[in-house]
């Protein structure tokens, strides 16, 4: 779909193809009514302007729509399809990995009290894993700010491979 196309819709129908991007209704419709477009440029830099302002709360939303890293997302909602394309390497990764993967996240989720988010696509499984325990050493402020953005690139990639 390109820009053009996406303006046509009406607000229902491009919210609900920009919902895959991220589970935060806010910001789907902030988006949906800021258009009409000149230009993709002009909407990712509208959405990217939309994605400053997240907080706790926004990522909260945001992780209830997201497997853990290594785990296949079950569902047929576009957030699910996304995200078995974009954890694809990590899901065919080796048995050592996953199981590293596997006790990563659960140090994670008992020290931060939250799902391990990082962008997937374009990232080895070694590379998550790295980036998984280095993460463990964040303190509660840096983690935070540092998951707000991955989630940040998650839903600009989404969006900007929904807009070409």
């Not at 303006?7 to 949906?32: M, R």
């Not at 990522?59 to 890293?69: G, K, N, T």
């Not at 199981?99 to 696509?121: C, D, H, P, S, V």
Request: net charge positive; glycine share 6%; charged share 20%.
């Amino acid at each position: 779909m390109n820009i053009e196309q996406f303006n046509q819709l009406s607000p229902s129908e491009a919210k609900s193809v920009i919902e895959g991007c991220v589970a935060i209704a806010g910001w789907q419709q902030q988006l949906v009514a800021a258009r009409p477009f000149l230009s993709l440029q002009q909407a990712m830099a509208t959405a990217r302007r939309l994605t400053e302002g997240w907080g706790e709360s926004e990522l909260c939303l945001a992780l209830s729509a997201h497997p853990r890293i290594g785990e296949t997302a079950a569902g047929s909602m576009s957030h699910h399809t996304a995200s078995r394309a974009e954890q694809s390497a990590v899901l065919s990764a080796g048995s050592q990995i996953k199981q590293l993967m596997t006790a990563g996240n659960r140090a994670y989720e008992q020290r931060f009290g939250r799902i391990f988010l990082i962008r997937a696509k374009g990232r080895s499984p070694q590379e998550i894993l790295t980036q998984l325990q280095r993460r463990l050493g964040n303190n509660e402020v840096a983690e935070r700010q540092e998951s707000l953005r991955q989630l940040r690139e998650i839903t600009l990639l989404r969006l900007q491979e929904i807009l070409l």
